[in-house]
């Protein structure tokens, strides 16, 4: 492996997490060049104001940068696709949470070849089976300032306000059925949030971020856990670790019930 991908895995991941990583890359692994990393800071409501002229690697056509914000686990891959088109995904591969890589017309991992669209993020090569993470952005074009809004909600998915969540049942029925889950993003948060109605008719509802390596974790609606594809770790509805790497639990949120909805609070 070339010393610019050693220094990109090093950089990501930390020195431990770079080693293992390294050892997992292929003799005929692309040599992808590393997005270069840099340091930023959010606003307080989660907003990242970056100056594309300030990083000539993202201001040319088919650029990549790999930035990390301070206080934030995940840290994102933004690619410049063309004229003025910008993209915003989680820079780790859901395979094996290796940092990424962008070619010009793909995001690459280096280690297993998976290979992801650069503008919604979904999988175009395996071995990768999830998609990346993709964040809200926009570019003006008069300013040449990119925004990324980290705390972004999912369309249809109501908003934390005060950290608190409410589900309505007429719009969230199967929060009425005991073996079922409900999952999205809340504007406010800007991470995926998973709400149980576990069989015995009690409720949980925990993070989406796995504390083994910050990937996301996905649900299991017939096993009724979550996983984490990037290691195979495995939570049960509440949050536990049922299957390493992972050895903390999810984080989670404190849950109760109205007449009409599913409350869920400390959505912070």
Do not use: W
Request: charge should be negative; proline fraction near 6%.
């Amino acid at each position: 492996m070339s010393t610019s991908r050693r220094g990109f895995l090093k950089g990501i991941l930390g020195t431990g997490a770079a080693g293992a990583a390294a050892t997992a890359l292929p003799g005929c692994a692309p040599d992808i060049d590393p997005a270069p990393v840099t340091d930023v800071s959010a606003s307080d409501v989660g907003v990242v104001d970056l100056l594309v002229s300030r990083y000539p690697d993202l201001e040319r056509e088919g650029g990549a940068i790999t930035v990390r914000v301070d206080g934030e686990t995940t840290p994102l891959l933004v690619t410049h696709t063309g004229g003025s088109e910008y993209s915003v995904l989680s820079a780790l591969c859901t395979h094996a949470a290796c940092p990424l890589g962008f070619d010009g017309r793909e995001v690459v991992c280096p280690c297993h070849l998976s290979k992801f669209n650069p503008v919604d993020g979904a999988v175009t090569q395996r071995p990768a089976t999830v998609g990346l993470r993709k964040f809200t952005s926009r570019f003006n074009t008069g300013t040449q300032v990119l925004t990324i809004d980290l705390r972004a909600g999912e369309g249809g998915f109501p908003s934390a306000v005060d950290g608190e969540v409410r589900l309505p049942f007429a719009q969230f029925p199967k929060l009425k059925d005991n073996g079922s889950v409900v999952e999205g993003v809340p504007g406010g948060y800007g991470k995926r949030i998973f709400v149980f109605r576990l069989q015995d008719g009690s409720l949980s509802a925990v993070d989406s971020v796995c504390t083994h390596n910050f990937c996301e974790v996905s649900s299991r609606p017939e096993q009724l856990d979550l996983i984490c594809y990037c290691h195979d770790s495995t939570f049960s509805a509440q949050g536990e670790v049922t299957a390493r790497p992972a050895t903390r639990p999810l984080k989670k949120f404190t849950v109760t019930e109205t007449a009409d909805a599913v409350v869920v609070s400390n959505v912070r």
